[in-house]
């Protein structure tokens, strides 16, 4: 029964999440954000705001980490783990695209982990395009396989909720026993440890551990051979980027400027309108229904009239966070949102000459606006995750837990980085690992070869030089230039996580407030209700929808978090 009450709030709790802050905490009124525009699960210092130096994309960096690693007071683990036939079940989604390559089972990574630990796994490979629904089945049949990828963020109510409901295991007293290299791999961070321990003192994932702070994989593009064919900078100011606007929808007579999406949002406007959750005096506030929504809402209409973004934008329903494809490339379309692993492929398949896309600094409302809702650097990865179900006897979640702890350790973190030896990599006359051309050059491009053929998201300790080896310069500047205007992120709350009865309440009220936020948004926007005239209106029935109980929900949480 707790499984299905869990279930029925599916798609309620899911529109009520924290914007841009990942987790599962429930946001009040300010809407679902176009992006993730930052990932917080382990939060570097909060007054960090001018960009750090970029990762570096040299391929010896995981090296370094390795040998540190090595260096450290680690238990020493024999292999294998087991001298009995083990076989662990394991679930995980995998893009259509890649299907037509290969299989889970074809990655030469887990043959060879296979083969180091002695423990065989069987895999359950869904579509991605129907994982949700085909993971909801799963658990209401009771018929979780041993090894769930991404299953924490499937599960309406998060990791406390699945522990709750007896569908995951507790890690938390097996990573301590059983996980030095992962134990290692976490150190005396404690952001990241409060990110994977919520306040039962509970840990439901094993993720993945970049080597240095991330802060953001998502912003606004623009079409920089326009720009240069206007003879006009990049827009740093709104006055600059409405003068860019106007020039792409007069002078270049862009149908769509900017793309707005059908769900109305522009989360980087937001960010310019301070609008959402904050932190101010130990507190989290919300600037959802107040002049800060107000003038954010105004200005998206007043572009809407002007003709910057589509009239029809409701017709953008292709994703909720890429633009339609033949709106770029068919130059009808001078900005829009993407991550950074997209755009090459947007220059390498335009037959547009000098076709040139560039990262968008945060907008500011004037040059001396200061910021401090930027982004929050993170260490941990939870694209590569994994949970252990209760399905899996108490026995084999030990024998889970060591064999996932070997890709923490430096064998095991080249296994995930590079693969297998003589396939994916080999060493150089330096004795550093580089990539063959099979990977380099593969028609799936460098980012798909090393989804499909290294690591289809195994936990493991994340080199982030690697990832990016294949970056242009657009591409390798992108996180620094959208994090450059931004004076700090001292505002920017952290992920905290609701007790199970916190969400569930929450989740309830979340759901109408969402509901009516939703509609409003688009009559805003379309000058179907006038902001003025129909403020006061709107925020009171927000408020009547228990607007103020989540705020106090979200700060009693916030201040769990803070006691940890």
Known sequence: MKRMISLLLAGAAVLGLLSGCGGNTPNTASGASETTASVQASAAPANTAAPTETPTSDPASVMESMESAAEADIPQISYPLTDENVTLTYWQAWPPFLSSYCSLADCKTFAKLEEITGIQLDFVEVDSESAGEKFNLMVTASACTDLVQGGVQRYTGGGTQAIMDEVFYDLEP????YMPNYNAAIGDDESIRKALVDDEGQMAQ???IYNDYYYQDQGIWVRQDFLDQ????????MDELENVLEAFKTQLELPEPLVLLSA?????LQKTYETGMLVEDGQIIDNSINDHMKDYYKKLHEWWEKGYVKKDFLSNSYSFIKPPEDTVYQNKCGMFNEDVASIETYVKNSETPGFELRAMPQTLLTKDQKLHNGPIGSKL???YSLSISTNCSPDNAVLACEMLDYMFSPEGSILGNYGVEGYSFE??????????DFILNHELGYQGAQTAFINPRIPCLVDMGVAQL???DAQKEAVDVWRMNFTDSTQTPPVYSMTADELSEAASLQVNINTYV???TLKFIMGEADIDESWDDYVSTIKSMGYDTVLELNNQAYARYLEK
Request: net charge negative; proline share 5%; charged share 20%.
């Open 206 to 208: 094993i993720c993945g």
């Open 427 to 436: 060493y150089g006359a330096d004795g550093k690992p580089q990539f063959t």
């Open 174 to 177: 097996y990573v301590a026993q």
């Open 518 to 520: 939703s509609e409003m």
């Open 470 to 472: 294949a970056y242009s």
């Open 381 to 383: 990865n939870e694209k």
């Open 230 to 237: 206007l003879k006009l900078d990049m827009p740093n100011t």
């Open 264 to 268: 109305g949002t522009l989360t980087f």
